[in-house]
């Protein structure tokens, strides 16, 4: 067997890089959104991400709304409920964050794109705080908080990021563990419907044309009237005059 596998002829793979001007159609679909829209020739399942202009920088409290809205329903389905339901269609979605950006990603089967993308808008515009998940986030943040504490990776990107941007470091920006447990539910959600109400832009792969897209969006997602606009922020790295040593005393240290 293993001879036979060593006869057959190596096919060699080329990597295929996207050309934006040829393989990306983009255009505005409504007042401060714009779609880009790319195909793919390989199968029936298509990829949409909708990034919010505004992330951790404009608003640290983002990090916890999102993790938590991905563990709720809506207004009339449970989390279970709702998962179940993406499930039978062979969808997902996630809600991330980064600095700049509030992303929902969603992936799923195209002949399946308008109840899809119905399920999810639901969640998007009518999520509903639960206070057994809430818990539940609250304990995770704990631990989570209680590990990188005496991680020593987590200590060391601390202390190098605090070297870079001092005050500006995402470890001071963030949230204190007495903060996220003083959270509640409603004001995670409400966190996520202003950030929401930001400019997008919309990067959608699948086999349908750009006008079958923004169709199926602009009548399946709500999408603001009057967006925020967003502004990118890009973080300096501080500037030093000589050579300058960082050290963690950390209490559980070897060193003396």
């Known amino acids: 067997m293993g001879k036979k596998l060593d006869i057959i002829p190596e096919t060699k793979m080329e990597p295929k890089f996207i050309d934006f001007k040829k393989d990306v159609t983009s255009g505005n679909i409504n007042k401060g959104y714009v779609l880009y829209k790319n195909d793919n020739p390989y199968n029936d399942v298509f990829s949409l991400s909708i990034n919010y202009k505004t992330g951790k920088i404009s608003e640290p409290k983002l990090e916890q709304a999102v993790q938590f809205m991905n563990l709720i329903g809506t207004e009339s389905k449970t989390y279970q409920q709702f998962r179940s339901e993406l499930q039978k269609l062979g969808a997902s979605c996630w ?15 195209e002949n399946k794109l308008i109840p899809t993308l119905k399920l999810v808008n639901e969640l998007l515009t009518k ?7 809430l818990d539940k986030f609250i304990q995770e943040a704990k631990a989570n908080y209680k590990v990188s504490k005496n991680d020593p990776e987590t200590i060391g990107s601390a202390l190098y ?3 870079v941007y001092k005050e500006m470091s995402p470890f001071l920006r963030r949230l204190s563990l007495k903060e996220i447990k003083q959270l509640k539910g409603d004001q995670l959600i ?18 349908l044309s750009f006008e079958k ?9 709500t999408m603001n009237e009057n967006p925020a606009k967003g502004k990118y922020i890009e973080l300096q790295p501080v500037k030093y ?3 300058t040593v960082f050290i963690n005393n950390h209490k559980k240290s070897p060193a003396k």
């Open 127 to 133: 999520p509903k705080s639960d206070e057994k998940q």
């Open 213 to 221: 897209v923004t169709d199926a969006l602009k009548e399946n997602i």
């Open 241 to 243: 005059d000589s050579n």
């Open 95 to 109: 809600f991330s964050v980064s600095d700049n950006y509030l992303t929902v990603d969603i992936d799923g089967f």
């Open 161 to 163: 990021n605090y070297a």
């Open 190 to 207: 409400t966190c996520y419907k202003k950030a929401a109400g930001y400019e997008a832009d919309i990067y959608y792969t699948g086999k």
